[in-house]
């Protein structure tokens, strides 16, 4: 993948730029500027704490934002503006082009439905298959992600969470997506089953050539799995690289801060790293950036004017939006 390409090229399946969303009761953007893109067949992972905006944003590719909510920017799917969709047309993106894998599959599923017609309902319904058709898909799917056509006539207690969730990306993948959304897909299982999800997606992405926004608060699992991050906070894009380069030279200090937080077996035992201080509140304006009041690089020019992106000067596929990530070129991360 070539992370240095022009945002909008047809090389991207998702081209987010310039987004927007402000919510009723709130000073300041929950999302503020985000520029975001995914190549076809390319695993972007996006990555912060929660509530720094991340769910918002993948679930903007879907058009699923919060009622009321102001919207400003553009989000284009393989060059088709979803905010300029009107609801018929935004409804065959959705079961076409775009689909989702939310958190909890138990969440995504009607218990008292059986399992083939959760997975056939949406193409048939929409009229993008036969019910023949849809049927025989949906055996293709399972099987692609290691299961066998007796699981359409069970219902959805009568599996496993990590069964279910193959169910729910095997249902994702019913419309032959070109960009598949990933929102914390693996928390809500135990880790065998987190593990055969992973590398069943990553099977799935090079075999249908989908792209894969992955929505994670996992570090290592972000760097294992993606070929680009981007790391939020606040509803800011605080840095954007390749994702052997950001996880182990971050030119952020709050990607720093996060990389310095996270467990590792290797190593001398002690008290784990924390960020001091919290998130800024939504409900008061933010001129200047957004991690200031946490950072320890911080000076009175943070305070009063928001940074901008701007390339390493040896990495130009790698941006922070930091007054003072000069300060961080050169340095390095035990991975």
Partial sequence: ?????????????????????????????VLDGVDLTVAAGETVALVGESGSGKSITSRSALGLLPPGAVVEGTIRVEGEDLL????????????????MVFQDPRAAVNPLRRIGDFLTESVTLTGTMSRTEATARAVELLRAVGLDEAVLRKYPGQVSGGMLQRIVI????????????????????DVSSQAE??????????????????????????????????VMYAGRIA?????????????????????ASTPRMEGPRGRLAAIDGQPPDLREPL?????????PLATEV???????????????????????SDLLEGSAVDA
């Fill in 1 to 29: 993948m070539n992370p240095t390409r022009p945002a909008g090229t047809p090389a991207d399946t998702l081209d987010i730029q310039g987004l927007r969303v402000t919510l009723p009761g709130t000073a300041r953007p």
């Fill in 84 to 99: 300029a969709m009107d609801t018929g047309r935004l409804r065959g993106v959705r079961a076409g082009k775009v689909a």
């Fill in 170 to 189: 095997a249902a994702a993948l019913m419309g032959d997506p070109a960009l598949l959304l990933a929102d914390e897909p693996t928390t809500a299982l």
């Fill in 197 to 230: 999800v992973i590398a069943l997606l990553a099977t799935l992405r090079e075999g249908f050539g989908t792209g894969l926004l992955f929505v994670t608060h996992d570090l290592d699992l972000a760097a294992a799995i993606s070929d680009r991050v981007y």
């Fill in 239 to 259: 840095e954007t690289g390749r994702a052997e380069v950001l996880f182990t030279r971050p030119r952020h200090p709050y990607t720093a801060a996060l990389l």
């Fill in 287 to 295: 001129p200047g950036c957004a991690f200031a009041a946490r950072c």
């Fill in 302 to 324: 943070c305070d009063l004017r928001a940074p901008v992106p701007s390339a390493s000067p040896d990495r130009p596929d790698h941006s922070a939006a930091c007054h003072h």
